[in-house]
């Protein structure tokens, strides 16, 4: 099997691919979807989103410092592909897709109630990348639909069936492969 070069680009798929929340001080609101998004540190929990500085929603992140990343869900597919071609200056994407604000315990961003996960974000770094820049935030809070804790309380992710986002098109995720360690354990 050989290899065909190719100019350099971003192949890293796939990605999670999340709705995000944001608010500005005046109380305007808009929900936008973003591929780039990711997990950078655990302790303290730190996130980053990288988004474009002409997106309706970056001068919203920028005045209040802070969103919130919701997971995307089978469900919610429709409503991440719609957030994520029409601007929030044209229309309002809460109505037109069916998405319910809710109050947030700490940003001024909105949760979104449809989402099984939501992860409220404090902007601590905007570091400029060229097309994009990123935020790197710390998670205030999480909050989470009960129906996925069982009745020890662990939480059941997959439950919710998530969805993620690879060269063009939506995926749902597939079987479990293993759990964390699975190489590495002893046989009984």
Not at 49 to 73: A, L, W
Not at 80 to 108: H, Q, W
Not at 115 to 139: I, K, Y
Request: aromatic share 8%; hydrophobic share 40%; glycine share 8%.
């Amino acid at each position: 099997m050989g290899k065909i070069s190719w100019k350099p680009g971003n192949m890293l798929y796939p990605l999670p691919v999340v709705l995000v929340t944001a608010a500005d001080r005046q109380g305007e609101k808009n929900v936008f979807t973003v591929a780039w998004a990711g997990t950078i540190c655990s302790d303290p929990p730190m996130v980053s989103i990288s988004v474009r500085p002409e997106r309706h929603s970056y001068h919203m992140i920028r005045e209040t410092g802070g969103f919130v990343i919701n997971m995307t869900t089978e469900k919610l597919v429709r409503a991440a592909d719609y957030c994520g071609v029409v601007s929030g200056r044209d229309v309002d994407k809460f109505e037109r897709m069916g998405l319910t604000p809710l109050k947030s315990d700490i940003v001024e961003a909105p949760l979104l109630q449809e989402s099984p996960v939501n992860l409220e974000c404090v902007v601590e770094n905007v570091v400029p990348l060229g097309t994009h820049d990123m935020f790197v935030a710390r998670v205030a809070a999480v909050h989470v639909e009960d129906s996925l804790l069982d009745e020890k309380d662990k939480f059941h992710l997959n439950a919710a069936c998530p969805v993620v986002y690879s060269h063009g098109s939506y995926m749902s995720l597939g079987k479990e492969l293993g759990t964390f360690g699975y190489s590495v354990r002893k046989k009984r």
